[in-house]
């Protein structure tokens, strides 16, 4: 299976997962069978806010699970119809969340615990769930 984590800084397995898909600068992708790692650039980066093209920023890479800290609703419906599993991350590293997947204790994601925006209040309401 390749797990794909968005990162802020490439540290390998050590990296600490980044709190938002569409704006992070690299994603790595663990492949749990072989235990290869690669580092995806984020070729979508400079998307208009809402436009993130999934697909795009992970290079078109075949992908089973992201685990992300926040992510919006277009990129989670886009990785949805592509095949592939979301998952909310816990606070850490790769590697420590790879352990909690393993044992199935990351929380899927769900539409109603996307990100709405960037920049606004977002209240009480359906706000971001980032780290």
Do not use: W
């Not at 995806?40 to 992300?68: E, M, S, W």
């Not at 606070?91 to 709405?116: D, F, H, V, W």
Request: with cysteine; net charge neutral; hydrophobic share 35%.
């Amino acid at each position: 299976m390749k797990v794909c984590f968005p990162v802020q800084q490439d540290q390998g397995i050590d990296s600490v997962v980044f709190n938002h898909f569409g704006s992070a600068p690299a994603f790595i992708v663990v492949d749990t069978g072989s235990k290869g790692i690669t580092t995806i650039q984020n070729g979508d980066k400079n998307h208009a806010h809402g436009a993130c093209n999934p697909l795009k920023a992970l290079d078109n890479q075949k992908i089973d699970v992201v685990i992300v800290g926040g992510i919006g609703a277009g990129a989670l419906s886009r990785l949805g119809q592509a095949g592939i599993r979301v998952y909310r991350s816990a606070p850490g590293t790769i590697n420590e969340n790879l352990s909690l997947l393993e044992r199935k204790e990351l929380a899927e994601y769900a539409m109603q615990g996307c990100c709405g925006g960037h920049g606004h209040d977002h209240g009480s309401g359906g706000g971001c769930a980032h780290h």
